[in-house]
């Protein structure tokens, strides 16, 4: 089973309840901690896990002009101006490329050859009885929904995977929504919140997946935020008061120690919502 | 040209929006574009009339016509993003690439040009304004981005505007290049925090590699004063401007809810420290003022 943490607003709590919530439920359920948010990993300066690294390849184009006859044809079947005819000769852009192997597919001559290159890399390991894993992209690189895609792509894990996503509602949002079984929704109730939360509500519609609400940083204005989940009929599994203690915690790295030391008492509904969810699956296999 | 200053994070929910809105205001004569397009918030906080309106039209919707298809499968073999299962297109795994389309012996792919959201100009206080707004779930952020530098960057110039400030999206990504690309100078805008930290380093060395200098700004200082220093050191030992810091202040959610800039609460301290903050960043980035 597959729970995935978005936003649409960054910095409205993602990685703070992915890692609150994956490291309370870790006690009960075995959990794989996922963080795919591959342009700006967090999740592991909260767990601090010795993380094994790999490096991930994609491929791209290289042409050998002593064949190339000057067809232009992959220029032309190229939807993302990464390979176009200068001179009668193709010239590739590689970081444009998304490696979709359309040009090397139609070359008549075989002059387009297919090379790896290095985007990424993905890390494991282990915190406590928690599984972690990350995705983490190159700087530079414009591929994170490849990454994203690669990181996620293995779903037969007998561990419920909680998946910390990328902030926003396109493309790297897409593809760590793609096959979750449950979206919970961290919402900001501000102004900015509200709207972005609008936007990342109508994705989990659009893409079909069930959803709740966890209110973070509830500072009191938010009657008309709660009016807004009702009317469109999500969930509100817990609400947090903003917790100046809880950003000291959080500015050292030590999620941990707030749940040691700290009354968490507001994140109870979102674990109970959770796990009645995770049973409920159970039972139905 | 129009000096063109675009304020990004790396991380989320650092204040890019509050601190963007507030900049506007500061300067005088000033245009501005939201480019955070899957999450624009800039006209949240501005009362403002929308001027004109476009589609953003980019990439290709495409659809597997069934009275045409002669099951082949051929393009299901050749789709790199296991987009084609059954004879039917997923367009949320879709990545338009076109290859299905070419290789089809029978015509039966069809490609239709896609809607991917509006992208509206518009007049307020504080001086006009180019928002996107890309539909949830679309792709093509950093092609809509470029597209909103575009028709900012024509009608600032139409009128005479003496800079152009970005409100960029977070993380490093493809919209991210596309709002800094070209620019005169960056404003990284971060937080005392290990997460504000790392994520400021990955997103200055996007911008340093692209040659664009750098400003860094600190928000909500207090939460971590040693985090700060370490910040301020980093800035230091690469040789990036410092703009200064920030403290926490409940003006900035107040500010949201009563649509109005930080820096138009007066007597706050929160004020007074943006004002400041602002001055360097263009001291720092702006050649003039060199």
Same mark, same amino acid.
């Given at each position: 089973? @597959?729970?995935?943490?978005?936003?649409?607003?960054?910095?409205?709590?993602?990685? *703070?309840?992915?890692?609150?919530?994956?490291?309370?439920?870790?006690?009960?359920?075995?959990?794989?901690?996922?963080?795919?948010?591959?342009?700006?990993?967090?999740?592991?300066?909260?767990? #601090?896990?010795?993380?094994?690294?790999?490096?991930?390849?994609?491929?791209?184009?290289?042409?050998?002009?002593?064949?190339?006859?000057?067809?232009?044809?992959?220029?032309?079947?190229?939807?993302?101006?990464?390979?176009?005819?200068?001179?009668?000769?193709?010239?590739?852009?590689?970081?444009?490329?998304?490696?979709?192997?359309?040009?090397?597919?139609?070359?008549?001559?075989?002059?387009? *050859?297919?090379?790896?290159?290095? !985007?990424?890399?993905?890390?494991?390991?282990?915190?406590?009885?928690?599984?972690?894993?990350?995705?983490?992209?190159?700087?530079?690189?414009?591929?994170?929904?490849?990454?994203?895609?690669?990181?996620?792509?293995?779903?037969?894990?007998? @561990?419920?995977?909680?998946?910390?996503?990328?902030?926003?509602?396109?493309?790297? *949002?897409?593809?760590?929504?793609?096959?979750?079984?449950?979206?919970?929704?961290?919402?900001?109730?501000?102004?900015?919140?509200?709207?972005?939360?609008?936007?990342?509500?109508?994705?989990?519609?659009?893409?079909?997946?069930?959803?709740?609400?966890?209110? #973070?940083?509830?500072?009191?204005?938010?009657?008309?935020?709660?009016?807004?989940?009702?009317?469109?009929?999500?969930?509100?599994?817990?609400?947090?008061?903003?917790?100046?203690?809880?950003?000291? !915690?959080?500015?050292?790295?030590?999620?941990?120690?707030?749940?040691?030391?700290?009354?968490?008492?507001?994140?109870?509904?979102?674990?109970?919502?959770?796990?009645?969810?995770?049973?409920?699956?159970?039972?139905?296999? | 040209?129009?000096?063109?200053? &675009?304020?990004?994070?790396?991380?989320?929910?650092?204040?890019?929006?509050?601190?963007?809105? $507030?900049?506007?205001?500061?300067?005088?004569?000033? /245009?501005? &574009?939201?480019?955070?397009?899957?999450?624009?918030?800039?006209?949240?906080?501005?009362?403002?009339?929308?001027?004109?309106?476009?589609?953003?039209?980019?990439?290709?919707? /495409?659809?597997?016509?069934?009275? =045409?298809?002669?099951?082949?499968?051929?393009?299901? =073999?050749?789709?790199?993003?296991?987009?084609?299962?059954?004879?039917?297109?997923?367009?949320?795994?879709?990545?338009?690439?076109?290859?299905?389309? /070419?290789?089809?012996?029978?015509?039966? %792919?069809?490609?239709?040009?896609?809607?991917?959201?509006?992208?509206?100009?518009?007049?307020?206080?504080?001086?006009?304004?180019?928002?996107?707004?890309?539909? &949830?779930?679309?792709?093509?952020?950093?092609?809509?981005?470029?597209?909103?530098?575009?028709?900012?960057?024509?009608?600032?110039?139409?009128?005479?505007? $003496?800079?152009?400030?970005?409100?960029?999206?977070?993380?490093?990504?493809?919209?991210?290049?596309?709002?800094?690309? $070209?620019?005169?100078?960056?404003?990284?805008?971060?937080?005392?925090?290990?997460?504000?930290?790392?994520?400021?380093?990955? $997103?200055?060395?996007?911008?340093?590699?692209?040659?664009?200098?750098? +400003?860094?700004?600190?928000?909500?200082?207090?939460?971590?004063?040693?985090?700060?220093?370490?910040?301020?050191?980093?800035?230091?030992?690469?040789?990036? +401007?410092? &703009?200064?810091?920030?403290?926490?202040?409940?003006?900035?959610?107040?500010?949201?809810?009563?649509?109005?800039?930080?820096?138009? /609460?007066?007597?706050?301290?929160?004020?007074?420290? %943006?004002?400041?903050?602002?001055?360097?960043?263009?001291?720092?980035?702006?050649?003039?003022? =060199?």
């Amino acid at each position: 089973m @597959r729970i995935v943490v978005v936003s649409g607003k960054g910095g409205a709590g993602k990685t *703070t309840f992915s890692v609150i919530l994956s490291i309370l439920l870790s006690k009960e359920v075995d959990i794989e901690l996922i963080d795919s948010d591959v342009e700006e990993p967090n999740s592991n300066l909260f767990l #601090n896990s010795a993380l094994e690294s790999a490096s991930v390849y994609r491929k791209i184009p290289r042409l050998n002009s002593e064949i190339c006859t000057g067809c232009g044809k992959c220029a032309d079947i190229c939807a993302y101006n990464s390979v176009v005819m200068v001179k009668q000769k193709p010239l590739i852009f590689t970081d444009l490329c998304h490696s979709c192997g359309g040009c090397v597919e139609v070359c008549p001559v075989n002059a387009l *050859t297919e090379a790896d290159d290095k !985007y990424g890399e993905i890390g494991s390991g282990t915190s406590g009885n928690m599984m972690f894993k990350e995705g983490r992209i190159d700087v530079g690189k414009i591929q994170s929904p490849m990454l994203i895609k690669e990181l996620l792509a293995d779903k037969s894990s007998d @561990r419920v995977q909680i998946v910390d996503a990328p902030p926003g509602t396109a493309c790297n *949002t897409v593809q760590a929504l793609y096959g979750a079984d449950f979206a919970l929704i961290v919402a900001e109730p501000t102004p900015f919140g509200t709207s972005d939360f609008k936007l990342i509500h109508e994705l989990t519609r659009v893409m079909n997946i069930d959803s709740a609400v966890v209110v #973070n940083k509830d500072e009191g204005y938010s009657k008309d935020f709660y009016k807004l989940c009702e009317s469109l009929e999500v969930p509100v599994l817990a609400a947090v008061a903003f917790d100046e203690k809880l950003s000291q !915690y959080y500015s050292v790295g030590n999620l941990k120690g707030y749940l040691e030391n700290e009354d968490i008492t507001s994140y109870k509904g979102a674990v109970d919502g959770l796990k009645s969810l995770i049973m409920s699956e159970k039972k139905n296999g | 040209m129009v000096d063109t200053i &675009a304020v990004i994070s790396g991380k989320g929910g650092t204040g890019k929006s509050s601190l963007t809105r $507030a900049f506007f205001e500061l300067e005088k004569n000033a /245009y501005a &574009a939201d480019c955070d397009v899957d999450g624009a918030n800039l006209f949240v906080s501005l009362d403002h009339d929308i001027v004109e309106s476009e589609d953003f039209i980019a990439g290709f919707d /495409y659809e597997i016509d069934a009275e =045409k298809c002669v099951h082949c499968s051929k393009c299901e =073999k050749l789709c790199r993003f296991g987009a084609i299962k059954d004879f039917k297109i997923d367009s949320f795994l879709c990545e338009g690439c076109n290859v299905c389309y /070419y290789v089809c012996g029978s015509e039966a %792919v069809k490609k239709s040009p896609k809607n991917c959201g509006k992208i509206h100009r518009a007049k307020s206080n504080a001086g006009f304004f180019v928002y996107g707004r890309l539909v &949830a779930g679309e792709e093509n952020s950093g092609k809509m981005v470029s597209r909103v530098r575009e028709i900012s960057k024509k009608h600032a110039e139409e009128i005479g505007s $003496a800079m152009l400030i970005i409100d960029g999206p977070p993380g490093v990504g493809c919209p991210v290049i596309a709002s800094v690309t $070209a620019t005169t100078g960056v404003v990284i805008v971060t937080e005392p925090t290990l997460s504000g930290l790392s994520d400021l380093k990955r $997103a200055a060395g996007l911008v340093t590699g692209m040659n664009i200098p750098v +400003s860094i700004v600190i928000n909500r200082a207090d939460i971590n004063t040693e985090i700060c220093e370490q910040i301020e050191k980093f800035a230091a030992d690469n040789a990036l +401007s410092f &703009a200064g810091r920030i403290n926490y202040s409940a003006i900035f959610n107040e500010s949201q809810r009563d649509r109005r800039s930080v820096v138009s /609460y007066e007597e706050s301290s929160a004020a007074d420290e %943006v004002k400041k903050v602002w001055k360097n960043i263009r001291k720092d980035l702006l050649k003039q003022e =060199k």
